[in-house]
Structure formats: structure tokens, C-alpha cells
């Protein structure tokens, strides 16, 4: 495959990319986290990552969904301080087995504009291992995916 993959905000038609089969790695926050994660669980083989920032939906509700996300799944937490709630966040990650948790301490809700700059480095620098992994299994899309400044903020 030659195409490079499409870096997609769920309000910025994911949904419809992965619908055209086109690779993409879909970021999504707070309440339109299940519809994403929904995405990611039905169509594998286009959604290259997930992304979610500060995630809002009912965990033990969508636990089934949850294990059949099968793409490599970032969730990144806001915490102000040591009362923000990140149990949520936490749930969400633990119930997806290819997820990593990460929480960006000091940083307002969302995380997405309360902390560009950590946020950008998490996830570019998961979007390069979520493709290095395809590369590994044979999915690998060619060339990698460019990683432009400012793209996930």
C-alpha cells in the first residue's frame, strides 16, 4: 500500500475515512470517545491507532466493545492536580488490550489545549510506534506517515 494515512479528528470526518477505506489514525475526546472506539473496533483493518483524550463515556457499559479494539489505543488524561478523578481514563485502557495510559499532570481539561506541547509528544510518538508495529506485521503503509508539527494540537 502507498497511501499515506490520514491523521483525523472524530468532528474532522474519521468516520467517513475509514468508511473509504482510506488508513487512518483516528483522535477523539471526551464524549466521542465510543463512537471511536466503536470505529476502531469494527474496521481494524483501516484504523491504524486510536487515540482518545480525556475520554467520557460509561465503562462498564461498553466493556465487550472495549475488548475488541485490536489497534494499538492511546488515552491520555488531564490531571490538574492529585484530585482529578482519572478512574474513567484508567477503566477505559485497562479494558483494551493493546492500550496505553498516560496522564499529563498540571494540565487543564481537555488535554488536547491545556498542554499542546506534552500532548503533541504523545501522541506523535505514538503514531510512529503504532507504525512501526504495522511495519512489523506486514500492514506497514509506505512511506510512514509524515509527522508535522502542530498536526495532533
Request: charge should be negative; proline fraction near 3%; aromatic fraction near 8%.
Given at each position: 500500500m502507498t497511501t499515506i494515512a490520514g491523521i483525523?479528528?472524530?468532528d474532522d470526518d474519521a468516520q467517513m475515512a475509514v468508511?473509504?477505506?482510506i488508513p487512518t489514525h483516528v483522535f477523539a475526546s471526551n464524549t466521542d470517545s465510543a463512537a471511536a472506539i466503536e470505529l476502531a473496533a469494527r474496521n481494524?483493518?483501516?484504523?491504524?491507532?486510536?487515540?482518545?483524550?480525556d475520554p467520557i463515556l460509561?465503562?462498564?457499559t461498553h466493556t465487550d466493545l472495549l475488548a475488541q479494539v485490536t489497534v494499538p489505543t492511546?488515552?491520555?488524561a488531564s490531571a490538574l492536580d492529585t484530585t482529578t478523578d482519572l478512574t474513567v481514563a484508567q477503566r477505559l485502557?485497562?479494558?483494551?488490550?493493546n492500550a496505553v495510559f498516560v496522564v499529563i499532570d498540571g494540565c487543564t481539561h481537555p488535554v488536547h489545549t491545556g498542554n499542546r506541547e506534552s500532548f503533541?509528544?504523545?501522541?506523535s510518538s505514538f503514531v510512529t510506534i503504532a507504525e512501526g508495529l504495522a511495519l512489523r506485521?506486514?500492514?506497514a503503509l509506505t512511506p510512514p506517515t509524515p509527522l508535522v508539527e502542530g498536526a495532533f494540537g
Open positions: 483525523r479528528w472524530w468508511a473509504a477505506s481494524p483493518e483501516t484504523v491504524l491507532s486510536l487515540i482518545l483524550a460509561d465503562v462498564d492511546l488515552v491520555v485502557a485497562g479494558g483494551i488490550d503533541h509528544e504523545w501522541t506485521s506486514g500492514t
